[in-house]
């Protein structure tokens, strides 16, 4: 249950070219706590589906614009 | 720190003491005393009460700390909250087989309790670490 994830995301990036919107306002429009979008950010969290689209469509931009998977190592 | 996780320190916080408290009123008696002259109902009972009480004023302070944060549970919380408690629920289990077996083969009622009360704190106590170490390291529910 508790392993590394290969699941990357811009989400720092996102939030500082849309205003600098603070973590909390994004945990607001996404219906989360400030600490697990500081956990998603951190890569300690791997987001469900439906909460990854949502961090999506709050920047407006496509899923795997905010979030990015890994190639297996080879 | 989210409501959830203050939730799972007052768990902790309360439910070491109450255990350690427990086990040194009961164990010199066990190692001194015939069963039949230990006196474990009230001990265990206050044990019992306490645990609930002090759990219920933790989160109440708790959420009074911080009242925003007080309802708000979300995916993540949820995943914590049910990864922790498969783990405390495997010392639930145990206590409760453990019960099972003592009553089967007639062993004094003392054992029988304990065996379900100790089971129920340890458990409600692994339960607790499991979920602070999901919210204070990295956690994927899958």
């Given at each position: 249950m508790v392993k590394p994830t290969r699941v990357t995301?811009?989400?720092?990036?996102?939030?500082?070219?849309?205003?600098?919107?603070?973590?909390?306002?994004?945990?607001?429009?996404?219906?989360?706590?400030?600490?697990?979008?500081?956990?998603?950010?951190?890569?300690?969290?791997?987001?469900?589906?439906?909460?990854?689209?949502?961090?999506?469509?709050?920047?407006r931009v496509p899923l795997d614009e905010a979030f990015?998977?890994?190639?297996?190592?080879? | 720190?989210?409501?959830?996780?203050?939730?799972?320190?007052?768990?902790?916080?309360?439910?070491?003491?109450?255990?350690?408290?427990?086990?040194?009123?009961?164990?010199?008696?066990?190692?001194?005393?015939?069963?039949?002259?230990?006196?474990?109902?009230?001990?265990?009972?206050?044990?019992?009460?306490?645990?609930?009480?002090?759990?219920?004023?933790?989160?109440?302070?708790?959420?009074?700390?911080?009242?925003?944060?007080?309802?708000?549970?979300?995916?993540?919380?949820?995943?914590?909250?049910?990864?922790?408690?498969?783990?405390?629920?495997?010392?639930v289990i145990a206590g409760s087989c453990s019960a099972?077996?003592?009553?089967?083969?007639?062993?004094?009622?003392?054992?029988?309790?304990?065996?379900?009360?100790?089971?129920?704190?340890?458990?409600?106590?692994?339960?607790?670490?499991?979920?602070?170490?999901?919210?204070?390291?990295?956690?994927?529910?899958?």
């Open positions: 995301n811009s989400i720092r990036s996102l939030r500082f070219a849309n205003g600098e919107m603070t973590q909390a306002e994004l945990a607001d429009r996404v219906g989360v706590t400030r600490q697990t979008i500081i956990a998603i950010e951190q890569g300690k969290y791997s987001p469900t589906l439906e909460m990854a689209f949502r961090i999506a469509r709050v920047f990015q998977y890994a190639d297996e190592p080879a | 720190m989210t409501f959830m996780e203050k939730s799972s320190w007052v768990v902790l916080v309360v439910a070491l003491p109450t255990l350690l408290v427990y086990v040194a009123l009961i164990l010199p008696q066990v190692l001194g005393k015939p069963m039949a002259e230990i006196s474990w109902v009230q001990p265990m009972a206050f044990a019992i009460v306490g645990f609930v009480v002090a759990n219920v004023l933790g989160n109440v302070v708790a959420a009074v700390s911080n009242p925003s944060e007080a309802d708000r549970e979300d995916q993540r919380d949820r995943e914590i909250g049910h990864y922790g408690a498969r783990f405390g629920s495997w010392l099972l077996v003592l009553a089967m083969t007639g062993a004094d009622h003392f054992w029988i309790a304990n065996a379900l009360f100790l089971g129920g704190i340890a458990g409600s106590i692994l339960s607790a670490v499991t979920k602070i170490a999901a919210y204070r390291g990295s956690f994927q529910a899958w």
